[in-house]
């Protein structure tokens, strides 16, 4: 009898360090250091490294943070340029994509997709050019929508969704091209209507059945007071890579005065993502974790199919 008691204290001790773990949750916000201010793009990869970088006007650097303790891991810089680096993607082989598909004047004709594997340091491009885009830029401002800002690899190809102009009419294009180097015509797949959001960011699940991309809007009431929302979209139940073709559930993201300017998203774990910020005073960069999609949208209904229309 005496045994079974010890053991029952015993027991309860061994297994705290554990349960403590398991139950560990990364922050609902983590400072990023001043080397990340202008952070666009995020991926965490297979191995669990959580990988960033920053757009335009800065130099061409890949970061490695850890975002449960809220520290900065590593810094590689690469021997390419960062003209307008805007999203970053992982495959299952711990390949990092580096979108340098920025494109606020819609006049780029060297769009490139970066291809580099932190393991080996192999450094190779994709080439792409948009099927539907013949002036560089646009001469109506309207049509200006061969901007990007959100990369995902699936399978064996990187699909990017355009970020429309706030004077546009809110379509999102969704483009494919080949995972691997080379030089290529993309194709257009599909596009999306997202009410009062231009698309800054996306991300899959691991398991592939969630698709999610970042959006927000940024305005004027009564023609002098700042406006804006950000979001976040999540697509379940579609076929393949028909990302848009399923049940879609909106989630507004936390703000200050006036939203956040979110730029990348990637999942953390099964039952949360994470969303980082830019840093622009009086808000700070910074890391978020928000809760996992739990039942489709409600609001402001999106409209998918091919159609372009100026509003």
Same mark, same amino acid.
């Given at each position: 009898?005496?045994?079974?008691?010890?053991?029952?204290?015993?027991?309860?001790?061994?297994?705290?360090?554990?349960?403590?773990?398991?139950q560990?949750?990364?922050?609902?916000?983590?400072?990023?250091?001043?080397?990340?201010?202008?952070?666009?793009?995020?991926?965490?990869?297979?191995?669990?490294?959580?990988?960033?970088l920053?757009?335009?006007?800065?130099?061409?650097?890949?970061?490695?943070?850890?975002?449960?303790?809220?520290?900065?891991?590593?810094?590689?810089?690469?021997p390419?340029?960062?003209?307008?680096?805007?999203?970053?993607?992982?495959?299952?082989?711990?390949?990092?994509?580096?979108?340098?598909?920025?494109?606020?004047?819609?006049?780029?004709?060297?769009?490139r997709?970066?291809?580099?594997n932190?393991?080996?340091?192999?450094?190779?491009?994709?080439?792409?050019?948009?099927?539907?885009?013949?002036?560089?830029?646009?001469?109506?401002?309207?049509?200006?929508?061969?901007?990007?800002?959100?990369?995902?690899f699936?399978?064996?190809?990187?699909?990017?969704?355009?970020?429309?102009?706030?004077?546009?009419?809110?379509?999102?294009?969704?483009?494919?091209?080949?995972?691997?180097?080379?030089?290529?015509?993309?194709?257009?797949?599909?596009?999306?209507?997202?009410?009062?959001?231009?698309?800054? $960011?996306?991300?899959?699940?691991?398991?592939?059945?969630?698709?999610?991309?970042? $959006?927000?809007?940024?305005?004027?009431?009564?023609?002098?007071?700042p406006?804006?929302?950000?979001?976040?979209?999540?697509?379940?139940?579609?076929?393949?890579?028909?990302?848009?073709?399923?049940?879609?559930?909106?989630?507004?993201?936390?703000?200050?005065?006036?939203?956040?300017?979110?730029?990348?998203?990637?999942?953390?774990?099964?039952?949360?993502?994470?969303?980082?910020?830019?840093?622009?005073?009086?808000?700070?960069q910074?890391?978020?974790?928000?809760?996992?999609?739990?039942?489709?949208?409600?609001?402001?209904?999106?409209?998918?199919?091919?159609?372009f229309?100026?509003?």
């Amino acid at each position: 009898m005496r045994f079974f008691f010890r053991l029952a204290l015993v027991i309860p001790a061994l297994c705290l360090p554990f349960s403590s773990f398991s139950q560990k949750k990364i922050p609902r916000r983590t400072a990023l250091p001043a080397v990340l201010k202008e952070i666009s793009g995020m991926t965490l990869t297979p191995s669990g490294d959580l990988w960033m970088l920053n757009d335009s006007k800065n130099p061409p650097e890949l970061f490695r943070f850890d975002a449960e303790a809220g520290k900065l891991l590593e810094t590689r810089r690469l021997p390419v340029p960062n003209r307008d680096w805007e999203d970053l993607a992982a495959d299952h082989k711990g390949n990092l994509y580096i979108g340098d598909v920025g494109n606020n004047r819609n006049a780029r004709k060297d769009l490139r997709i970066y291809v580099y594997n932190p393991a080996t340091e192999n450094l190779d491009s994709i080439l792409l050019r948009y099927p539907d885009q013949k002036e560089f830029a646009p001469s109506n401002p309207r049509d200006w929508n061969f901007n990007c800002e959100a990369v995902v690899f699936f399978r064996d190809s990187l699909h990017l969704f355009s970020k429309n102009n706030f004077d546009g009419n809110f379509y999102t294009k969704h483009y494919v091209v080949p995972a691997k180097p080379g030089n290529y015509v993309a194709e257009l797949r599909d596009s999306i209507l997202l009410k009062n959001r231009v698309v800054t $960011g996306a991300a899959l699940s691991r398991d592939g059945k969630t698709f999610s991309l970042t $959006g927000y809007i940024i305005g004027k009431r009564f023609g002098f007071l700042p406006y804006t929302k950000a979001s976040v979209f999540y697509f379940t139940d579609f076929k393949g890579s028909d990302f848009f073709h399923g049940r879609q559930m909106r989630k507004r993201l936390p703000k200050f005065l006036i939203a956040r300017q979110y730029e990348s998203i990637t999942q953390w774990d099964d039952n949360c993502w994470l969303v980082a910020n830019e840093g622009k005073k009086p808000q700070f960069q910074a890391v978020w974790r928000i809760k996992n999609h739990k039942k489709p949208q409600s609001d402001d209904a999106a409209t998918s199919g091919l159609s372009f229309k100026s509003k």
